[in-house]
């Protein structure tokens, strides 16, 4: 039965820790990991050291989106009423169910089998591509680093860049195995690499008639959406299909067209290192004759509204997706993306997975991290990523509280209620030498990594007593 989350978990993951073990012992992987996030990381660093009212465009930026998350409701009255105006049908979906068979249901309407897919999150998070593929429907994503992933039967392990865990040798191995029409000479060169996938997804775009993309930025004021690439696929998919299905977060929205001109210098700096992103597309409704003429868009909560209700987490839902936490993680460096388990990897997956999805689905989560705070510095909507991680391993302790751990804690206070309790409880410490280098459970979560030191041969108390 489904849990109504879609991707958001992967369930059939092993839990962090051992993900991580097995990712730290591939050292392919951390090369490519490391190369790229430098790289990102490097790009946007000389970005914002050129930009002089960065921390006043972060600023503005958290600001803007605290004002949507204080008044959500009425910003998503204004832009169904605004969009629907324009000739769009929104649809409301409470989880990854409902989504789905929305989707489903108007493709299935258009009585075509196959769509393209602009890359988004919100349609990974719901599991849309194999909602899709069980009800006959092929869908091919047609974002460069997706095909990729599509075509290997990988998982994304970036936001910004799903296969950033694959170097050029692999994706012409995948190409050569998987991309029928990729030229039998094909070298790892990018540019050739680049010109198979482009030449294999040109025949998509103009055979296909209808797409499915996310969003970057739901304008309240116009019943606008913005999606913003670097490839150009995103804007054959918006524009040539007949039909347009947009599912979007509902944390998506921006109250006034005006407010891009934050959000369109902190995203692509943050996100890709550009001062802009090569491509932006806004579309409102439906435009005769012009662009898709049957226009949905599927407003999308998954746990949103219980992220809301979090007063310290509640912040989370500023996010752009930029992914510059990922870039500059410590974690996320040696560990990449897959051993988050989950479609949001990295400081922000480590936060809103357990926020969206509840703690006791995802408890090992805010504890993958190293509190540096590396991530809440660069973070251009100025989310507190290690105030939230330190609130959820809070809770994560608590949904988990073990009998045994309450049971020592009980003890512990009985025994320092009173001097002679105290005294008489001293008495027991040379057992420690037992278990100094491992312990029963749930103490062996201690011992398993750190030798207790050998304990005393004498109390303090004695000594003193003894005459010192
Ligand atoms: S938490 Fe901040 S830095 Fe991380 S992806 Fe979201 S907006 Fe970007």
């Not at 919100?122 to 990729?148: F, M, N, S, Y």
């Not at 959000?263 to 491509?279: A, C, D, I, V």
């Not at 949103?304 to 992914?323: H, Y």
């Amino acid at each position: 039965m489904s849990n109504g989350n879609g991707d958001l978990i992967w369930t059939d993951d092993p839990p962090f820790a051992q993900n991580a073990k097995r990712a730290v012992d591939d050292s392919q992987l951390r090369h490519n990991v490391r190369k790229a996030t430098a790289t990102i990381r490097e790009r946007r660093a000389g970005l914002v050291a050129e930009t002089p009212d960065w921390q006043a465009l972060r600023a503005s930026g958290a600001a803007i989106k605290d004002d949507v998350l204080h008044h959500l409701d009425g910003y998503l009255e204004q832009f169904e009423r605004n969009a629907t105006a324009r000739g769009a049908h929104v649809h409301w979906a409470r989880d990854a169910d409902e989504a789905t068979q929305t989707v489903t249901r108007l493709v299935q309407a258009t009585g075509r089998n196959e769509v393209i897919k602009v890359k988004s999150m919100a349609t990974q998070e719901i599991g849309l591509v194999k909602a899709l593929e069980d009800a006959g429907i092929t869908a091919h994503e047609t974002d460069l680093a997706e095909l990729i992933i599509q075509l290997s039967h990988d998982r994304p392990s970036h936001i910004v860049v799903p296969a950033l865990h694959r170097n050029r040798a692999e994706i012409r191995q995948i190409f050569r195995d998987h991309m029928p029409d990729a030229p039998t000479e094909l070298s790892d060169d990018p540019n050739a690499l680049a010109e198979a996938a482009r030449l294999h997804l040109r025949r998509l775009f103009l055979k296909t008639r209808v797409a499915v993309s996310g969003a970057n930025f739901a304008i309240a004021e116009t019943g606008g959406l913005l999606v913003a690439e670097s490839e150009g696929n995103g804007r054959m998919c918006l524009t040539l299909p007949d039909t347009l299905i947009s599912v979007v977060g509902i944390e998506k929205l921006i109250p006034r067209f005006g407010d891009l001109e934050v959000f369109l210098q902190l995203l692509p700096r943050s996100s890709t290192g550009e001062r802009m992103n090569p491509y932006n597309s806004v579309w409102t409704g439906v435009t005769q004759n012009d662009g898709p003429q049957n226009v949905h868009i599927v407003l999308l909560d998954n746990g949103r509204t219980k992220a809301l209700a979090d007063d310290t987490g509640r912040q989370a839902l500023r996010c752009i997706r930029c992914a510059a936490c990922l870039n500059v993680c410590p974690v996320y460096e040696r560990t990449g993306g897959h051993a988050y388990g989950a479609t949001y990897p990295g400081p922000i997956g480590a936060i809103v997975t357990p926020l969206m999805a509840g703690v006791e689905h995802a408890p090992e989560l805010p504890f993958a991290s190293s509190l540096c705070g590396a991530c809440y510095e660069v973070c251009p909507v100025k989310i507190d990523i290690p105030t939230v991680l330190v609130k959820l391993r809070a809770d994560a302790v608590k949904a988990q509280r073990h009998k045994a751990q309450d049971a020592t804690f009980a003890a512990a206070a009985q025994a320092m209620s009173g001097r002679r309790r105290w005294t008489a409880a001293l008495k027991l410490v040379p057992l420690m030498r037992f278990i100094r280098h491992g312990a029963p459970p749930p103490l062996s979560g201690w011992t398993r990594t750190r030798d207790l030191p050998d304990p005393p041969k004498q109390s303090f108390r004695d000594w003193w007593s003894n005459g010192r």
